[in-house]
């Protein structure tokens, strides 16, 4: 097939200090996302546009799994909902093979809607009600005890609805980082977590089926999942040892990191951010070395999901307007706020230009179109001198942004995936006013003006 013709352009390479790692000062433009142009997505969709990619999602799905089984055979993962829950998303994710990992009631029925057997879904999270806790025993899932209070309403509702529910303690722990994750579940360390599961046991009221912990998110040192693993594990042997019950599985949560880049770094994402093989080898090291593993081979169960969909996810923004700041640098506003990219208050998102742009750069601050002093989508970069109209892409942006976004002040976008085959379908319209309003109840005395 005939090649389109490119016109070929120049860009400037501006002189600039190399830091250790040779990052270059040129800014270098984007013109399409998997092959589709964004001029195009921008005239059928509208600006600001959130874009996902299904091949990506799916590739790094695969990768995990591949990487997570040559280190340990029985490996599971869990797709976690508060991380994108979109019903395309979460599909894209259960097709592969993950079962449903929700964190209240809202996102069990989220689950349960897109056809989800109870069997296949984790019921975490610390505020599960006694309506949500009956809907999940009575739909035979894997409720994740995060304290007394909850174990104790769970033995009085298996005793009214005449069942045993399949349940797992969560565990925290000391895995060397800072700050530790103490909030979920019963302490390791003090003996808390084998109190609780004595306490379950002599209930006799459900089926102690697994251990979990969750040590925190965006976690960088792959090693503290050697020492979160060995520790579920040694608790596994002395349950064994000491009740003879042989749990069936090992849920090690989420926190593995993007290669996004924290406000606090000064390494790059992509070279501070541990790669999954080093993940995998920090927690095949603790199962391999396990007595316990060796003789049960219990199933290993992962909840990842900002390094599954955040570099799977683009947001394109047009410039509304520009000015200079008394500081000197130039401040664009942009169509897109931190109500629809939220993550912008704890990550230095990339930011870069859809065409080439000749001249020099200056350091740039970019707004977005709120009415408020933080809504700072990127500080101060070296970028080219833009005019309204021109659009920017801002990645990666796929995990926790329309789970976090807000409705303030501005609309929310469309959202749109690129599917394997390159189509583009629509997965969320741009909010209306009867969006906003629909739900909203005005007294009769009130509706004159």
């Not at 035979?140 to 045993?164: P, Q």
């Not at 565990?171 to 700050?179: A, L, R």
């Not at 683009?314 to 629809?340: C, F, H, M, Q, W």
């Amino acid at each position: 097939m005939k090649k389109t013709y490119v016109a070929p352009n120049i860009e400037r390479n501006s002189a600039g200090n190399m830091n250790k790692y040779g990052a270059k000062s040129v800014v270098r433009h984007q013109d399409q996302i998997e092959g589709v142009a964004i001029n195009d997505l921008v005239s059928k969709f509208g600006s600001p546009l959130i874009v996902l990619s299904e091949s990506q999602m799916r590739k790094r799905y695969r990768r995990l799994q591949d990487v997570m089984q040559m280190h340990y055979p029985k490996v599971e993962q869990a797709w976690s909902y508060k991380t994108n829950y979109l019903g395309a998303v979460c599909s894209i994710f259960h097709q592969e093979g993950a079962r449903a990992e929700v964190v209240s009631g809202m996102e069990y029925q989220m689950a349960r809607r897109l056809g989800i057997a109870g069997k296949d879904i984790i019921f975490n999270g610390p505020g599960k009600r006694p309506d949500e806790l009956k809907a999940a025993i009575l739909d035979n899932a894997l409720i994740h005890i995060d304290h007394l209070d909850e174990l104790y309403l769970l033995e009085k509702l298996a005793k009214e609805l005449d069942s045993r529910p399949n349940v797992a303690i969560r565990v925290n722990m000391d895995t060397g980082i800072s700050p530790q994750w103490s909030r979920f579940g019963f302490n390791y360390e003090n003996g808390e977590a084998m109190r609780a599961i004595q306490r379950l046991l002599a209930g006799k009221a459900m089926n102690l089926k697994g251990l979990h912990t969750h040590i925190g998110t965006f976690i960088l040192d792959a090693n503290a999942y050697y020492w979160a693993a060995r520790s579920l594990l040694d608790l596994a042997t002395k349950i064994e040892a000491e009740h003879g019950i042989v749990l069936e599985y090992i849920d090690l949560g989420g926190g593995f990191a993007s290669q996004n880049t924290l406000h606090a770094q000064y390494t790059p994402g992509e070279f501070a951010s541990p790669s999954f093989d080093q993940y995998a080898a920090a927690i095949g090291a603790a199962f391999n070395e396990s007595h316990f593993v060796s003789q049960y081979l219990p199933l290993l169960i992962l909840e990842t999901g900002r390094a599954m969909v955040d570099e799977a996810g683009y947001l394109i923004s047009s410039v509304l307007g520009k000015k200079n700041l008394p500081t000197g640098e130039r401040a664009v506003i942009l169509d897109a706020g931190v109500n629809t990219t939220i993550t912008a208050w704890w990550y230095k998102l990339k930011v870069t230009p859809t065409r080439s742009f000749p001249g020099a750069y200056q350091n740039t601050v970019f707004y977005g179109p709120l009415c408020m002093n933080i809504d700072v989508m990127r500080y101060a970069l070296p970028f080219p001198d833009l005019h309204t109209g021109d659009k920017v892409l801002i990645t990666p942006v796929g995990a926790y942004n329309n789970t976090q976004w807000m409705q303030f002040i501005e609309y929310r976008p469309r959202i749109v995936l690129i599917t394997e085959t390159g189509k583009v379908e629509l997965l969320r319209e741009r909010e209306e006013l009867e969006d906003v309003i629909s739900r909203e109840l005005i007294p009769e005395h009130l509706r004159k003006i």
